[in-house]
Structure formats: C-alpha cells, structure tokens
C-alpha cells in the first residue's frame, strides 16, 4: 500500500465552499504518479521507455465531503495487474477525523509511442517484476 497526501486547495472548492467532485480524480492522478516514481518507474522513465498508460476507466464513491485546508490520505493499492492492464485501488480520508470520504478504483493499459497495447511482461520485464511484486505486497 502506498500513502499520498493532498491538502485541500481553496480553488478546488465550489460555491458552498465544498470540494468539487471532479478534484477527487486528479488526486487519484497524483497519488499513482507518486505511487510511480517511488517504485523506479516514474512517467518522466516510463514516457522514455516508450510507455504511456492511459485510464481506461475510473469508479469513485464518494462518501464524505471535504473542504479548504483539509488533509486528505490517499491509500493506494494495487488491485489488479495483468501485464498489459492495472487496476488501483483507492481510498482517501481525512487526516484529523479518520473518516473515509472516498473509494475509488482507476483502470489503466500500457500503449507505445504508436498507441497500439503493449505486454509490459515481454517488452519490460524489470518494470513487471516491480508490478508484480508490489501487488503480492498489497
């Protein structure tokens, strides 16, 4: 499991002064980058290598609202991986109180420079193994 955090920014709140349900996916987006680099593996590498990884799909539920200046913890897991799909896990709460606010799950493929799937097992298999390890650890 990897923790994130991410500290409510005053623009990412609406009108009522609550966090607007689209930034809850950009932070999913800074956690797996994170999640990322600190295996070895950042984008900056894996752009490099040839790789971009797309998200196919992402599912939230959101649970608790939160606003300006909260500390939100992002826990990601891996939840899947295939050697050409990855699916993470999500789940994000509040520093000070412990309430969970939001579970989420993303999807992701690997592509080439040409967008067409690429088996991370057979193109990259140090970057599998990593993969491969950290979901036993999950």
């Keep these: 499991m990897h923790t994130y955090i991410h500290k409510v920014k005053y623009y990412e709140t609406d009108k009522m002064g609550i966090t607007h349900h689209s930034n809850y996916v950009r932070w999913m987006e800074e956690a ?3 999640f990322l680099s600190s295996i070895g593996y950042g984008m900056r ?7 971009t ?5 992402v599912e939230c ?3 608790r609202t939160t ?3 909260d500390e939100i913890k992002i826990e990601l897991s891996l939840a899947e ?7 993470m896990s999500y789940v994000m709460s509040d520093v000070k109180t412990g309430n969970i606010v939001l579970t989420a799950k993303s999807s992701h493929c690997f592509i080439d420079s040409d967008g067409r ?4 097992k057979k193109h990259f298999p140090e970057f599998d193994a990593v993969l491969k390890e950290q979901l036993e650890n999950d």
Excluded: A, W
């Design 81 to 87: 991986y295939t050697g050409v799909k990855l699916s």
């Design 45 to 51: 590498k894996l752009e490099s290598d040839g790789i």
């Design 67 to 69: 606003t300006f200046d």
């Design 32 to 34: 797996r980058m994170d």
């Design 117 to 120: 799937p690429i088996s991370v």
């Design 61 to 63: 539920h959101y649970k």
């Design 53 to 57: 990884s797309p998200v196919v799909s």
